[in-house]
């Protein structure tokens, strides 16, 4: 209820509409009640006196002569009043509302390259962490032996961890550059877009340090079980980040084409995740929802 009056006070059209509805309203019932007057008004005199009445001009020919027609009279200018304030508080709300939209029309035209340049970092990342994350967690993605030259003596974990590492060596740059482009333009950004950056960050150094705990674990010689977290949360915001870039700046699509296939979505990821845990004996990846 409060909601719709709040919205109903800020429609010049719906205030103004109100107002002038009430003048039919209280002429048809100053028509109606004849003893209210010294003679009765005609259908004419009672719109008229409706009118006098609403705008407070109050020129005195007409004259309530009971003490009900008195209060509806007073009624109704104080009626006309307050919606004649409100109608006036509408149309400045709507001014303002104009001008607010001009004006963040314009900032976001000055800022526009700016945001465009942390938009098409942010894809970047996004493509190159997700799709190395779908190769480092997939525990049945195996290096050929025979290839890449290794030693005659290589375990297949051992080839297997130095072909994830080579997914790791690349990322740490791309993440900097990142970091470094979303505190260059901190003043581009504006409240929506900076804390989503910021957001973005933090979860990408949490898909980070995973990508190389499990590189780690891969490399570990001794046998250990290696236990650790998986931030799912943060890489379903990540996504969900990656998305609405690509709706807000959709040139970033072809700027930023992917090399390789379309990033993993984090669904997909998530499956990845649990089915390691299932099937690797050395890694557990507490998943954290």
């Known amino acids: 209820m409060l909601r719709f009056m709040k919205k109903f006070s800020y429609s010049p059209k719906s205030v103004g509409v ?4 009430l003048i039919p309203i209280f002429g048809f019932i100053y028509w ?3 003893s209210f007057w010294a003679r009765p008004l005609s259908p ?3 719109i008229y006196f409706s009118v006098v009445t609403i705008t407070t001009l109050g020129y005195g020919e007409i004259t309530p002569v009971t003490d009900p027609a008195r209060a509806l009279t007073a009624l109704e200018s104080l009626s006309g009043i307050l ?3 409100l109608f006036l508080n509408s149309l400045a709300h709507r001014y303002s509302e ?3 939209e001009a004006a963040q029309k314009r900032e976001d035209e000055q800022w526009r390259p700016a945001r465009l340049l942390v938009a098409r970092h942010i894809c970047r990342v996004h493509q190159m962490l997700f799709n190395s994350l779908r190769w480092i967690i997939k525990h049945d993605h195996h290096l050929d032996l025979t ?3 290794f030693p005659p003596n290589f375990t297949q974990r051992e080839a297997d961890a130095w072909g994830k590492e080579q997914q790791t060596r690349h990322l740490d740059y791309h993440y900097e550059e990142l970091k470094k482009m979303i505190e260059y333009n901190n003043v581009a950004l504006d409240s929506s877009l900076h804390p989503k950056a910021v957001s973005y960050i933090v979860a990408a150094k949490d898909v980070l ?3 190389k705990f499990v590189v780690s674990a891969y490399k570990d010689k001794d046998g250990s079980r290696w236990g650790g977290s998986f931030n799912s949360l943060g890489v379903f915001e990540m996504e969900a980040t990656y998305k609405e870039m690509m709706e ?5 699509e072809e700027l930023e084409k992917p090399i390789g296939p379309p990033p993993i979505s984090a669904d997909e990821i998530h499956e990845l995740v649990k089915l390691s845990n299932e099937k690797c004996d050395f890694l557990d990846l507490r998943i954290i929802e």
């Not at 109100?18 to 509805?21: E, I, P, Q, S, T």
């Open 209 to 211: 340090n995973t990508c």
């Open 98 to 100: 104009k001008e607010s």
């Open 18 to 21: 109100l107002y002038l509805l």
């Open 44 to 46: 004419v005199e009672s």
């Open 147 to 149: 290839q890449h030259n």
């Open 248 to 252: 807000l700046y959709p040139e970033v």
């Open 83 to 85: 919606f004649i304030g």
């Open 32 to 34: 109606l009640f004849p």
